[in-house]
């Protein structure tokens, strides 16, 4: 008896000798098929940040508003037909009899250059640009997509807070560059942290979520802002910035890591303790299979300088040149029509809590298109519709039609948000975890770009009315035909370095 089992104990024992190790990336997809609530809560909790920073992203909105004024000597005023530029102070007043509602109405901006009336926004828009370009030099593998996180949604808050001792526009303008700056990358962190601790299947829905929360982040913020519309403009920002720092700190203690980069740094022990807590059911199938992961491999891939990478190969270098002009049209239009929205003559509360509504739709829309076609034509007919309905708002302005013109805006808004969603999406698939950070932040990059010339352009606007909207139409409509130079990334599981992002998209031409 004893004889007969030998030969069986031997084959048993030489298959788990010879078994190969596990390749990171099926242990990752096995044990997170599933989406459940505490992946969820993970997700909430990182996804907030966004809601803070659509606050700091759109508050100008309301505290840069030219506000309402009435006449005091109706002799020499009339409220329809006079400039107030043109008559004494002493003949007209702010409606409230305060000066504190507005930026604009506090330091005396009533008069001035667009550019100066401007200058606040612009400055928030110039500051994420260069604090996006600073950061962008920060290595993937410094401090982690949760630390950086922290400290980017703390800074943010704090100088929220600060911006209230504002005495004077120059120094109002420095802060909100400041804001700008230290804002510049958070929601590439929250992105970048969501998606490398979703499975590809649940990618489309879970990247959604965060959009989700920054959309009711406007929402609230248009609420908050009817609720202190009598009270001083700084009201608002410390409504926002409190909370947001409380938020910061709930995520520093809260918040887990993304086991991708953990992966990469060489940490595999860390990446599979991360998974335990992200997947509590598949508990005993992390700890069956921990012991496979080679982390001789991991320490081989690790990237030494991501930035050369990214601008050394054609391939990459090429594809965020692309990524860049679609997102610059797309940044145009989004961030330009909540604020050229004010020249159709609608209520200013009404119009941007509309244009928050119109982008809950989207979270539902953009995972079907991203299920259902392929990246690259969504994004490409996306864009065409979203510049054809700017163009003829413009028109229907033109022609004096109100209603028809605001119901194009919600519409071209509403594509412009999809075509952010999907762009979002695209982008993290189209390059690996070694530079998903930087790529990223060349995306968001483009689309403050084209934030930042929306003040300016909107401020024209007044001048010659709804003009904007044709600017940021053509723009959208044009740029977003650079998608036909785009790979198709439909289904393929996310990847770690540079060689497995190029054999990736060569077995995707094969096929």
């Known amino acids: ?270 990446a599979i303790q991360v998974l335990k807590k992200i997947s509590p059911a598949k508990r005993g199938y992390l700890e069956s299979v921990s012991y496979k992961l080679s982390r001789k491999e991991t320490l081989e891939q690790a990237p030494s300088n991501s930035i050369k990478d990214l601008f050394t190969r054609k391939w990459a270098f090429r594809r965020i040149l692309v990524v860049m002009m679609i997102m610059f049209g797309l940044g145009m239009m989004y961030y330009g029509v909540p604020l050229a929205v004010r020249d159709i003559k609608v209520n200013i509360y009404l119009s941007e809590a509309l244009n928050a509504m119109v982008e809950l739709p989207t979270f539902v829309i953009t995972p079907i298109l991203l299920e259902k076609f392929n990246r690259r034509s969504s994004v490409l007919v996306n864009c065409l519709v979203g510049g054809a309905l700017g163009v003829l708002c413009f028109v229907m302005t033109i022609f004096g039609r109100t209603n028809v013109a605001f119901a194009l805006e919600l519409g071209s808004f509403f594509c412009a948000r999809i075509g952010f969603n999907l762009m979002a999406v695209y982008m993290i698939e189209m390059f690996p975890t070694c530079v998903r950070n930087l790529a990223t932040t060349m995306l968001r990059q483009a689309l403050v770009v084209g934030g930042a010339c929306c003040p300016i352009i909107a401020s024209i606007g007044r001048n010659v009315p709804s003009l904007s909207f044709a600017v940021f139409g053509f723009a959208v409509s044009g740029l977003g035909l650079f998608a036909l130079l785009l790979p198709e990334t439909k289904g393929s599981s996310l990847c770690d370095t540079m060689e497995a992002q190029e054999q990736r998209d060569q077995a995707l031409k094969n096929i």
């Open 1 to 270: 008896m004893a004889d007969s089992s030998a030969p069986l104990l031997t084959y048993i024992e030489d298959e788990v000798d010879t078994s190969p190790p596990l390749n990171f990336d099926k242990i990752f997809e096995q044990s997170l098929t599933d989406l459940g609530f505490s992946q969820f809560l993970q997700i909430i909790i990182v996804g907030l940040a966004l809601t803070f920073d659509s606050h700091q992203i759109f508050i100008t909105v309301f505290t840069d508003a030219y506000p309402t004024w009435h006449c005091l000597d109706h002799t020499i005023c009339n409220p329809s037909t006079t400039d107030i530029c043109e008559i004494p102070r002493p003949a007209w007043d702010w409606d409230g009899g305060s000066k504190a509602k507005s930026v604009i109405s506090e330091f005396d901006l009533e008069c001035s250059s667009s550019f100066l009336r401007g200058l606040p926004t612009s400055t928030f828009y110039v500051g994420s640009i260069v604090g996006g370009v600073f950061m962008a030099m920060i290595p993937d593998g410094f401090l982690g997509r949760k630390q950086l996180l922290f400290f980017t949604t703390l800074a943010m808050s704090l100088t929220g807070i600060s911006i209230c001792f504002s005495s004077n526009i120059w120094i109002y303008a420095l802060l909100k560059f400041v804001i700008g700056f230290v804002r510049s990358q958070t929601g590439t962190y929250a992105m970048n942290l969501i998606s490398e601790r979703v499975s590809t299947k649940w990618r489309p829905r879970a990247t959604m979520i965060p959009f989700t929360l920054f959309v009711l982040g406007l929402m609230s913020l248009s609420g908050i802002a009817y609720l202190v519309r009598h009270a001083s403009w700084r009201v608002l920002y410390l409504c926002i910035s409190v909370p947001a720092a409380i938020h910061s700190i709930f995520l520093y203690f809260f918040a887990l890591e993304s086991p991708r980069w953990l992966h990469l740094q060489g940490k595999n022990e860390e």
